[in-house]
């Protein structure tokens, strides 16, 4: 079993930063061992959202292309919100989720998967790219993304970091760069 098996790069888009009161509206999956993307656009209210949030991550904008069947995963419906957190936690289970800042994405995926009456079961160690990044590469904090980055060869404009399967994207690329990086002899 190589590396990538145990991994899974891992984003989410949610209303806000707070998990007792903000929830995910899009998450995106990439499979490590296949490289198979999987994006879900989930229903939600937007009682709680946070107005920064919604702009951050171009809700109202991306909320037109899910509206006129142009949305690149699966529109998610309340009637099949189930089967998605049974997707989700099938795809996670035993695996090392790998992202930008995964204990937040752990806290917004664990906290949908209890409201389908599910647990997850994704490995307790997480993999957080800026991290490997800054220890290969020897920066201190404070970090920046974009430069931590260019730093391994990854060019952050190639990737559209307001929809979480360009942030898995970029995620996935940046951690193999690392690896890349760290193999060669």
Known sequence: MGISDMVVFVDTKTTG???AY??????AIIDG???IPKLWWLPIDLND????????NLYYQRLQQVQSGKYPGQVVTDETISDVAEDIAVRTAGKMIVGSRPWFDAQMLADFLREQRLRPAWHYHFVCVENLIAGNKKIPPPWNSNDLSRAIGVDPSQFNKNTAGGCARWVKAQYEAVYASTNTT
């Open 22 to 27: 903000h929830k995910l509206f899009e998450v």
């Open 17 to 19: 930063t707070d998990h």
């Open 33 to 35: 061992a296949t490289g």
């Open 49 to 56: 959202a946070s107005p920064a949030a919604l702009r951050l």
